[in-house]
Antibody, heavy 117, light 107 residues
Framework: QVQLVESGGGVVQPGRSLRLSCAAS????????MHWVRQAPGKGLEWVAV????????HYIDSVKGRFTISRDNSRNTLYLQMNSLRTEDTAVYFC??????????WGQGTQVTVSS | EIVLTQSPATLSLSPGESATLSCRAS??????LAWYQQRPGQAPRLLIY???NRATGTPARFSGSGSGTDFTLTISNLEPEDFAVYYC?????????FGGGTKVEIK
């Protein structure tokens, strides 16, 4: 069955960097676009970024453009999110999700990112 | 950016009753809207896509309807496991956006 396992979260100071990973299994990873979606404490869902299966044009929410970079390694079945210049407002649980025509049909359990001094 | 407004924020119902959740978009979405369920401490789960198509494993008591800017998720005969938060999501424009959520709680 489809499995997505995020890792790499933690506590980091404002302005620092963190790289999240999402290990995929149970499906042909290279055939699917993949997304990152986040959820701040007690808040709703916020889409962050998408990487197409062929690594062409990625898209980002405006608030992370220039700071976050989504990438993937199809040989390792892994999705990444490089987060630089982190801000307190980036504090959230970060989920990776598989694409179904720009909906999200499978989700990982998430990894917590806390940005705090 | 397309804004999705969900109402009500909270719905208090008893098991066996029906729930009607609304999602209104700031511009037309055509037939491109999804609904997700999120239980406490869990990841969201896709329930409905393209307004009315049930995702794999979604029980038949969940149904979606609407078009353009007004959409509805109906849950018939609420089961205990249906008490959760529900989000709508649009895919018409970048950025992909979600509504603020409706919490269905036990009365």
């Amino acid at each position: 069955q489809v499995q997505l396992v995020e890792s790499g979260g933690g506590v980091v100071q404002p302005g620092r960097s963190l790289r999240l990973s999402c290990a995929a299994s149970g499906f042909s990873f290279s055939k699917y676009a993949m997304h990152w979606v986040r959820q701040a404490p007690g808040k709703g869902l916020e889409w962050v970024a998408v990487m197409p299966n062929d690594e062409t044009t990625s898209h980002y929410i405006d608030s992370v453009k220039g700071r976050f970079t989504i990438s993937r390694d199809n040989s390792r079945n892994t999705l990444y999110l490089q987060m630089n210049s982190l801000r307190t407002e980036d504090t959230a649980v970060y989920f990776c999700a598989r694409d179904l025509r720009y909906y999200f049909d499978s989700w990982g359990q998430g990894t917590q990112v806390t940005v705090s001094s | 950016e397309i804004v999705l407004t969900q109402s009500p924020a909270t719905l208090s119902l008893s098991p066996g009753e029906s729930a009607t959740l609304s999602c209104r978009a700031s511009q037309s979405l055509g037939n491109y809207l999804a609904w997700y369920q999120q239980r406490p401490g869990q990841a969201p789960r896709l329930l409905i896509y393209d307004v009315s198509n049930r995702a794999t494993g979604t029980p038949a008591r969940f149904s979606g309807s609407g078009s353009g800017t007004d959409f509805t998720l109906t849950i018939s005969n609420l089961e205990p496991e249906d008490f959760a938060v529900y989000y709508c999501q649009q895919r018409t424009n970048w950025a992909l956006t979600f509504g603020g959520g409706t919490k269905v709680e036990i009365k």
